[in-house]
């Protein structure tokens, strides 16, 4: 138990019982939502480090406070990191988060109005690409793209008819629940078609991209815009890498004009993960993540069920419950009780709302951090094939829950 974990159990009985009851269920529980992971002792370390009491507006030599001696040797470290993991020319590494640095992306590139064009929200695009509800689909003039009908994969054909009859000024590629590889090269060739930037959000498979197990977007796309804490396993945060040319541009968007101090504990624990992702052992795991989707989505189709655009390639699943007659949301809480945590999830098309869809999101991100291999992924098919089969069978969900956490407990969290 470290310092403050100590500290906290003295001062804050409360707090701190909460703390070790989430601790317990990440630890007896399957956690298969496709955009979590564990990160690194070292990584929360940072996070807890007392970077968290300084103010630095600014950057690195140009802070407004005085004190920044240790704070630009880390925002320093963290951007060469960030440039050296993913062959960039530029990192900003102060985004909150993976959507204010997208807010931060629109902000330097665009003006209010402009036409903007990403994937659907329903088609596995992110509600920041332009959907109605966030701020994305209410500055701008935004329109989508959706995926195939049939094959459930991006369209190029149909990008390119919809991006030159709207013009946009930006194009957004990347998504939070697209299980095909994103095929960089063919969105650049579209953007510089049109005349349009190309924003690159790889926020899901960051980690994927930094081993090499995703092709990267660095040298195609104008900008690139990631989260910290998905498949890359480092603290919350967002990290935009762009060219020399939009370097100035980005880096006033994320301030002054839109955030004020950076979190420099998480700047410092996103150092440390970019650290990290540089080994052998990251590489490996990425690799890993892609084996056990693969396996995981071979198992969930020898139950019958199917899978959205036909499998994957990333470390995500989209499962369609349609043929099997129940709800996503009905889906997701029977799982759960039996420990397996999953999010329901709209599949492209769907028949049903947002708030109850059709289908399943699965990832293998989390579970792989936990050592499990190919092998388990069996398993795990088989403990959802069961809960699913006992949708309202509080006693056989129960049961498997039981078997679940004996199985979780072979799997020690970082
Ligand atoms: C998760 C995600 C984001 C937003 O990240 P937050 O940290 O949740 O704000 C942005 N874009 C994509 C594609 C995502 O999947």
Known sequence: MSDHVQNLEDFDPKVHEILEAEDRRQGRTIRLIASENYASTAVRDATASRLTNKYSEGYPGRRYYQGQQYTDAIENLARQRACD????????????????????????????????????????????????????????????????????????????????DVEPRLIICGASAYPRTIDFEAFAEIADEVGAYLLADIAHISGLVAAGVHPSPVGLADVVSSTTHKTLRGPRGGLILCEEEHKKAIDRAVFPALQGGPHMNAIAAAAVAFGEAMTKDFKDYAGQVVDNARALAAGLESLGLRLVAGGTDNHLILVDLTPRDMGGRDAAVALEKAGVVVNSNSIPFDSRGPFDPSGIRIGTAAVTTRGMDADDMGRIADFIGRALDHLDDDQALNAIAAEVEEFCSDYPLP
């Open 85 to 164: 993991l993913f062959g960039a020319d530029h990192a900003n590494v102060q985004p909150y988060s993976g959507s204010p640095a997208n807010l931060a992306v629109y902000y330097a590139l665009l003006e209010v109005g402009d036409p903007i064009l990403g994937m659907g929200l329903p088609f596995g695009g992110h509600l920041t690409h332009g959907w109605k509800v966030s701020f994305s689909g209410r500055f701008y003039d935004a329109h989508q793209y959706p995926v195939d009908r049939q094959t459930e994969r991006i369209d190029f054909a149909e990008v390119r008819r919809i991006a030159k």
